[in-house]
């Protein structure tokens, strides 16, 4: 199966992706400052309902490639990571926005929370591009099924991403006024931030070459 180093900084993508501000989580920390924590974890539940269509999704369409188009294996290799130079600039641009900063929204009922929390997640590109451009980085014939590995790195994403969101709902509202107090701390995460994806881009690509 997939090797315990692979595993390690697929981790640390998936880790470093739920970290980047994108629509799961502003929607969370605007609903956890607006309605309350209760609200924050009612929409995490339709967010990691929304994960879950990406996973299968995924999950048989990297299986059809692979079989059918082995080349196409190593395309999305390049688009991943070409994907989390994005990201690094996302985090490093000027002007970069930060996700504590709260959207006014009006209070919804719980059937509500879980569907828009859904919505979000499952319309989310970030979430998308990253399950087609990203899970292909860490999988290969070679170690077994193509759809279990596809399974495995999936709710390995989904475990980091749900244990991330948690806290964040939780918290938001003090982290949201501690960031404000501490700006600084806010400039120095985003910069490590992207650092770190562009270093992480470097080396797949670099890895790439070396197994050309």
Known sequence: MIPLHDMLIFIAAALLMVLTPGPNMIYLISRSICQGRRAGVTSLVGVVAGFFVHLFAAAIGLTAVFMAVPVAYEVLKWVGALYLMWL???????????????????PDSSRKLILMGFL?????????????????????????????????????????????????????????????????????????????LAGLAVRLLLEQRQTA
Do not use: D
């Not at 996302?90 to 996700?99: C, D, E, F, H, I």
């Not at 451009?133 to 070679?142: A, K, L, M």
């Not at 948690?166 to 910069?191: D, E, K």
């Open 120 to 196: 979000t997640s499952a319309l989310n590109p970030k979430i998308a591009v990253f399950y087609l451009s990203v899970f292909p980085q860490f999988i290969s014939p070679e170690h077994g099924s193509v759809f279990i590995q596809s399974i495995i790195l999936g709710l390995t994403q989904i475990s980091v991403s749900f244990s991330v969101n948690l806290l964040i709902a939780l918290f938001a509202s003090g982290i949201a006024a501690w960031f404000v107090h501490n700006p600084l701390w806010l400039a120095t995460q985003r910069y490590f931030m992207g650092f770190v």
């Open 88 to 106: 690094a600039w996302q985090a490093l641009k000027p002007g970069a926005r930060s996700p504590f900063e709260a959207q006014q929204l009006p």
